[in-house]
Every structure is written in C-alpha cells, then in structure tokens.
C-alpha cells in the first residue's frame, strides 16, 4: 500500500468527513423537501375539492331547500 503522510492521511479523513456531513445535510434538506412538497400536494387538492365543490353547489345544489325537478309529476311527490 501506498505510505501517505501524517498530512495527507489527515486531509482525506478530513474530506469524507466533509463529505458525510454534506450528505447528512442533503438527506435533512431532502426530507425537508418532500415535508414542503406533501404539505402543498394536500393543500393543493383540498384547493381542489373546495373548487369543484363550489362549482357544484353553483350548479346544483341549494342548501336547506329540496331540490327542484323540471317537469314531470314526480316532482310533486
């Protein structure tokens, strides 16, 4: 095996730690993000739903009144 000096046996020790705090930091910074991310797909389809729930009431629905059918004697009944 190759000697290395004491400094250079230090300097890469010192590099893999660099870079296993790096990857640390980018696994936090990546959860963080699918955290962020998962937050504003919810938000997003409750966004969603309370647009096309608005819609539908604008359509069809009237609250705390029956529904009224067009024509036809069912609707009477």
């Given at each position: 095996m190759l000697h290395l000096?004491?400094?250079?046996g230090a300097r890469l020790k010192q590099t893999a730690k660099e870079r296993l705090?790096?990857?640390k930091q980018k696994l936090k910074d990546d959860r963080?993000?699918?955290k962020?991310?998962?937050?504003e797909d919810r938000?997003?389809?409750?966004?969603g739903l309370s647009v096309l729930m608005s819609k539908r009431d604008r359509?069809?629905?009237?609250?705390?009144m029956p529904r009224v059918y067009s024509?036809?004697?069912?609707a009477l009944g």
């Open positions: 000096g004491a400094f250079e705090m790096a990857l963080r993000f699918s962020d991310k998962a937050r938000s997003q389809r409750i966004r359509d069809s629905f009237t609250p705390n024509g036809g004697s069912h």
